[in-house]
């Protein structure tokens, strides 16, 4: 496990999560995921660190209103959010990683549009 550091594209808000140098990210279909280009780097509380920021974040929640979208209020960006899938965690955007830390990255492409099919048990196990 190494230490990445990220953040939206004003610098506004900034993070440190803790991940291996070669990262597993989901991309996934659905409507919020493929208009924003988010590939899901989903870590436990405990490996992520927001490090300056907190003001700026914005809420968004939309149809069952349990993730919680975080945007910079200044730049629209979304570099992480606490997910549906693990409510307990954060999923950071990989593509808000800075550069330098990801030896490499392997994309794993996850069916969000059909949620309920896909994951009819829920989701929330970590790596």
């Not at 991309?27 to 988010?38: H, P």
């Not at 490090?51 to 929640?61: A, D, H, K, M, P």
Request: proline content about 5%; overall charge neutral; some cysteine.
């Amino acid at each position: 496990m190494i230490t990445h550091r990220g953040g939206c594209h004003c610098g506004r808000v900034r993070f440190e999560v803790l991940a291996p140098a070669r990262i597993e990210v989901e991309e996934c279909n659905c409507s919020i995921c493929t208009k924003a280009g988010f590939l899901h780097l989903i870590v436990p509380a405990e490996r992520f660190e927001l490090i300056s920021g907190r003001e700026w974040l914005q809420s968004y929640r939309f149809n069952t209103g349990t993730a919680d979208h975080l945007f910079c209020r200044h730049c629209g960006i979304k570099s992480f959010y606490v997910p549906r899938s693990h409510p307990d965690g954060y999923s950071v955007n990989a593509r808000c990683l800075d550069e330098g830390t990801v030896d490499s990255m392997t994309v794993i492409p996850i069916d969000g549009r059909n949620w309920e099919k896909t994951f009819p048990a829920g989701r929330g196990e970590f790596d």
